[in-house]
T-cell receptor, first 110, second 114 residues
């Protein structure tokens, strides 16, 4: 099975940088995903890593180290609209099901 | 854009009722999933299907069943609803053949069992 850990809550200031960590122990690995979920809405895809290293997409970057079972999501130039829950998910091999962490609720303050 | 449609946004049912949650997708995706989301517990996988008439148990299948008679439709069934099944239910779809197939989620059904 999969075990995924991420912090429950984080707070940051508008314009700052925040890093949300995710650690995992898995029986199979076929990629790590980050999703964003605003309150009352469905999760939406942010980023994907399957190889070690950094993937950058605008203000958002995601890093993966498979040997350490570790990923982080980096959000730069924070905006108020970035206040949301950020979900780390590990995709299993085979049928491709994903296991989610409990999510990190990020609050961006002025 | 991928569209994943869940039949109801809010649903109130009584204990013991049979409940059907419907999910329809328009992207010809092979894989479809049902998750429930509860505060402090994150998203937990109930059932998934990788083809028509195929189904696999997820992490918490007890008290649920599913049906996939057509590729675009995946139904979650609560045979006899109980109060501990009050939750937000999210349907998701994803393709196959590529390792970076992200999930597309429906807008969710908030089910309350009284």
């Amino acid at each position: 099975g999969q075990n995924i850990d991420q912090p429950t809550e984080m707070t940051a200031t508008e314009g700052a940088i925040v890093q949300i960590n995710c650690t995992y122990q898995t029986s199979g690995f076929n990629g790590l995903f980050w999703y964003q979920q605003h309150a009352g809405e469905a999760p939406t895809f942010l980023s994907y890593n399957v190889l070690d290293g950094l993937e950058e997409k605008g203000r958002f970057s995601s890093f993966l180290s498979r040997s350490k079972g570790y990923s982080y999501l980096l959000l730069k130039e924070l905006q108020m609209k970035d206040s949301a829950s950020y979900l780390c998910a590990v995709r299993d091999i085979g049928a491709g099901k994903s296991t989610f962490g409990d999510g990190t609720t990020l609050t961006v303050k002025p | 854009d991928v569209k994943v449609t869940q039949s109801s946004r809010y649903l109130v049912k009584r204990t013991g009722e049979k409940v059907f949650l419907e999910c329809v997708q328009d992207m010809d995706h092979e894989n479809m999933f049902w998750y429930r989301q509860d505060p402090g517990l994150g998203l937990r996988l109930i059932y998934f299907s990788y083809d028509v008439k195929m189904k696999e148990k997820g992490d918490i299948p007890e008290g649920y069943s599913v049906s996939r008679e057509k590729k675009e439709r995946f139904s979650l069934i609560l045979e006899s609803a109980s109060t501990n099944q009050t939750s937000m239910y999210l349907c998701a779809t994803g393709g196959t053949g590529r390792t970076n197939e992200k999930l597309f989620f429906g807008s969710g059904t908030q089910l309350s069992v009284l």
